[in-house]
């Protein structure tokens, strides 16, 4: 212990001192990284469907437990941008700037064109729910249009191949082509059937994420208004297919709070979900495989959850803390435990020094022992 004491009295006394990130680190380490910037990639964008009113669409991109496979092939999302319209006016010859309109730019979304056309059958619904087209028959006795397209309560079309323009036979589907104004219930005894077509998508959701937080963009009422299937090129060997999406949409909210520990997806949409995350607890980060004293997955987290097993009296309880034992026996097997703690002790101490004290003592370095 005399030797940490006299390491760290050096520190004080040394007159040699290292310049170093002590700055930086002092800008934005400072009240929880609170001024650090966002890392790009840390994001995730959810799709609120509207299937409670297009019960055709309940099941396709929305399971069971509320989860959507969209949210894990985006590759980009922009963020929303505003445009503010203004006119400079005179006031007696003053030029005064007034505020006249405010527009919202349309965000462009790209997505990995993925093997299980979860992409593809997003646009050839959106497609099929909003135009004609897609739903006329093509060179088979159903209307398909693919895998994707059977519609079994539309009797067959015709085949796009004929022509017709001077046959007295148009009628049927031949002339129902463009847009869909009308709803699904429109011309039924539904209550809700005079409420105009509901949109596709209620909203869409944009998560950055950072430090256990998350911020959240929500774009209203979104509608697509340009869709790109992308190029296929046999000079790209290692290409990856993307298709990309812009939309338009009505206004934007804002929202942040805590991602949550045991079931992210609650506070942040699809993220986390164990339908398609591992939620097993990595080797490294498991109570006893770190040899460290004060840190996770060291030796008193471990203590702690060899305490708690016990308390709860049953096998699994047993088996749980035998296991932890096990794990921090083999860890720290051959180990001084006397050098780990002082050294984790002599971190934390020249950690709090740097992001507490003055800068003049701040400055000063904490010579390791020999």
Do not use: C
């Amino acid at each position: 212990m005399s030797s940490f004491g006299q390491d760290f009295l050096k520190g004080f006394t040394t007159t040699n001192s290292l310049r170093d990130y002590t700055h930086a680190s002092r800008v934005f380490r400072t009240n929880a990284y609170e001024l650090k910037p966002r890392f790009k990639f840390l994001f995730h964008v959810s799709f609120t469907i509207n299937v409670e009113q297009i019960p055709m669409l309940n099941g396709v991109f929305v399971t069971q437990d509320n989860s959507s496979p969209l949210s894990y092939v985006v590759k980009t999302v922009d963020l929303p941008k505003f445009n503010i319209q203004n006119e400079t006016m005179n006031q007696y010859n003053r030029k005064r700037v007034v505020q006249t309109r405010l527009d919202y730019d349309p965000v462009t979304i790209t997505f990995h064109d993925d093997g299980g056309d979860n992409v593809r059958k997003l646009w050839y619904y959106y497609f099929s729910y909003y135009y004609k087209d897609p739903s006329q028959q093509y060179l088979s006795p159903n209307n398909t249009n693919g895998e994707l397209g059977a519609l079994a309560t539309r009797q067959a079309g015709f085949g796009y191949n004929a022509r017709d323009i001077y046959s007295d036979n148009r009628t049927g589907q031949i002339n129902d082509w463009g847009f869909i104004g009308e709803s699904w219930k429109d011309g039924t005894n539904s209550a809700t059937s005079t409420g105009g077509k509901p949109p596709f998508f209620r909203d869409i959701r944009i998560y950055g994420m950072d430090q256990h937080k998350f911020a959240e963009y929500v774009l209203i009422n979104p509608i697509i208004t340009n869709w790109s299937h992308d190029q296929y090129d046999y000079s790209q060997g290692n290409g990856m297919m993307q298709n990309s999406m812009t939309i338009k949409y009505e206004t934007v909210k804002y929202y942040n709070g805590a991602i949550g520990n045991q079931r992210p997806d609650t506070n942040v949409t699809g993220f986390g979900d164990p339908a398609h995350y591992d939620t097993r607890i990595s080797p490294i980060a498991r109570p006893g495989s770190t040899a460290s004293i004060f840190g996770q997955g060291g030796l008193l987290s471990t203590g702690q959850g060899i305490l708690e097993d016990l308390e709860s009296g049953t096998l699994l309880g047993l088996v749980g803390a035998a296991q932890k034992a096990g794990t921090a026996v083999n860890t720290f097997k051959g180990k001084n435990l006397r050098s780990v703690a002082l050294n984790e002790i002599n971190t934390a101490a020249k950690n709090y020094a740097r992001d507490n004290l003055s800068g003049d003592i701040r400055d000063w370095v904490f010579p390791k022992g020999q």
